[in-house]
């Protein structure tokens, strides 16, 4: 049973590369004044490193000789002025040089890590670069292969309906007309007649589904809500599954591609549906507004398993798969969730570009 209610609506990461110039000695303009004349921050720690060990020593060598050589007036290498000389003028400024020289090889080992991490940033950004390349190439990819193989359905729909469905037609007609010619008494020649019909009348019923799988004919000649229609009807109504459908919006000029997405993913749920959830009730909505389109195909029965490993077995699984990549290549997405408090809800949505859309 197919229950139908209609409304109307109104209306890639960018990364941040860490600094590729050290900002410890920019503060200070004598740092600037250095490195605009090729002076880097390394030479300049060298540079740190050995003169202000020499300026203390020669500040520690001229206060020495003043007290002691001019004021105390002692001789040049008396034992005071030597100690004191040794001590704060060889002593403490070699202290402070080998500070400087920890401190130059502690900047090194940063600065070294630095280089390291700019280095895997870069190679980073260009494997980045290079997979959203294979990405959007891949989308393409993807997209001309649906197009071309609902183009081969299509091709294929149209030629076994044209030519292998008049063909059957006509035999049935031609059969029926021998059936009228041969007498009555021949009991047994209309048997053979009526079986070879009945077979006949079969192989029109599975041409039709042969169609239908393929390409329905009512999705070209009268749009997406006939064609979901009738797929719900011809699957669904022989298994007294009860069918809720709810449109909002028009549909009269969507883009062919999300229409067929929208039937193939509508499609593959239904083939899901009817192996896996042992439903009784299934609900689809669908909401077209001028930006997206919205379905949702939702069950009562006995609801999703948790995801499972990609096996040759796990078929449902796989069927998602190929529905999410379906509206990958048009730029929507496919959510599949459990329903509370059971059964499973499909969830999609396709963005809608006004141009596609009045072009269509």
């Not at 040089?97 to 600065?111: K, S």
């Not at 077979?199 to 029109?204: C, E, Q, V």
């Not at 949702?296 to 699984?317: A, F, K, Y």
Request: proline share 4%.
């Amino acid at each position: 049973m197919l229950m139908t209610a209609h409304s109307d609506i109104s209306p890639k990461t960018n990364m941040q590369f860490p600094p590729t110039r050290s900002k410890s000695l920019q503060r200070f303009r004598l740092s600037r004044w250095l490195q605009e004349r090729g002076l880097n921050v390394e030479g300049q720690l060298r540079l740190i490193q050995w003169l202000l060990p020499l300026t203390l020593t020669g500040i520690v060598l001229i206060d020495e000789i003043k007290e002691h050589i001019l004021e105390k007036h002692e001789l040049l290498f008396s034992e005071n002025f030597l100690i004191e000389v040794t001590f704060f003028g060889l002593i403490g400024p070699t202290a402070v040089w080998l500070v400087l020289y920890w401190v130059r090889g502690v900047w090194q080992e940063r600065e070294d890590d630095r280089r390291l991490l700019q280095k895997m940033y870069n190679e980073l950004a260009e494997a980045q670069e290079r997979l959203t390349a294979l990405h959007v190439q891949r989308g393409k990819l993807v997209d001309r292969l649906m197009t071309v193989q609902e183009d081969e359905r299509r091709r294929l729909a149209r030629e076994i309906h044209d030519e292998l469905g008049q063909l059957l037609t006509g035999l049935s007609l031609n059969l029926k007309v021998c059936q009228e010619a041969v007498p009555q008494e021949l009991e047994a020649v209309h048997q053979h007649m009526a079986r070879i019909n009945t077979l006949i009348r079969h192989t029109i019923d599975q041409t039709h589904h042969l169609i239908v799988g393929l390409r329905p004919i009512v999705l070209d000649d009268y749009g997406l809500l006939p064609a979901l229609q009738e797929e719900l009807h011809q699957r669904l109504d022989p298994l007294d599954i009860d069918v809720h459908l709810e449109t909002n919006g028009s549909f009269e000029h969507l883009p062919p591609a999300v229409t067929t997405a929208v039937f193939r993913i509508v499609q593959e749920s239904v083939t899901n549906i009817i192996r896996h959830a042992n439903a009784h009730h299934v609900y689809l909505s669908l909401s077209c507004s001028t930006e997206e389109l919205r379905v949702t195909i939702e069950d009562d029965g006995v609801g999703i398993p948790e995801p499972q490993p990609l096996n040759g077995d796990n078929r449902q699984r796989l069927g998602i798969l190929g529905m999410q990549e379906r509206a990958a290549a048009l730029g929507g997405r496919v959510e599949v969730s459990r329903r509370q408090p059971y059964g499973t809800q499909v969830q999609v949505w396709f963005p809608l570009k006004r141009e596609e859309v009045e072009a269509a």
